[in-house]
């Protein structure tokens, strides 16, 4: 057996994962290129549309070149965040991940046990800084990393309540 042992700073944990992003998607300056057009022509119509609007609105005209400018911005940046969701998922394919992973989830007053056909992981409640309800999923931020836990994971909401009581328990007694 090899053993390693390093003291790893934050931004030393956080850096490689985006070395490693780079290596597996690549195609970014497209869609930086589109995104900008996107906003740019956006921007622009809002421009255009406020000085015949003018006439009509007087002062408040410039609401819809500031309006042109938000909406340029959202439209850009949502563009911009699907092709790099897309692009990173296409270079995982190619990598060699599989479409689905079926996952197991387990917890109890000690932590929670995460395992796939390819990864496992053990947490103890003491290392989840962050325990968070979204709309689909239950999130824990440990150190560097997240987990995304599928309420759908749950087969009764029984389930998932007991889930949140252990983990919230859990995670006061951290």
């Not at 965040?81 to 989830?105: C, E, H, I, Y």
């Not at 007053?109 to 947490?123: A, H, K, W």
Request: charged share 20%; hydrophobic share 50%; aromatic share 12%.
């Amino acid at each position: 057996m090899i053993e390693a042992e390093a003291d790893i700073a934050l931004g030393e944990a956080i850096r490689p994962a985006v070395e490693a992003y780079r290596r597996v998607y690549s195609g970014g300056w497209v869609a930086v290129i589109v995104a900008s057009l996107i906003f740019a022509a956006v921007s622009i119509a809002g421009t255009f549309l406020a000085v015949p609007l003018e006439r009509n609105f007087g002062q408040w005209s410039g609401i819809f070149s500031i309006l042109g400018f938000i909406l340029g911005a959202v439209l850009a940046i949502s563009f911009y965040n699907r092709v790099q969701l897309g692009g990173f998922l296409k270079g995982l394919r190619r990598l060699g991940s599989p479409d689905f992973l079926a996952t197991r989830f387990r917890f109890d007053e000690t932590g929670l046990e995460i395992d796939t056909d390819r990864v496992s992981y053990r947490l103890p409640w003491t290392a989840v800084q962050l325990f968070l309800p979204s709309p689909k999923h239950w999130l824990l931020q440990a150190d560097t990393t997240t987990f995304a836990i599928p309420r759908r994971a749950f087969a009764q909401p029984e389930d998932e309540q007991a889930f949140a009581e252990v983990a919230k328990k859990g995670l006061a007694e951290a």
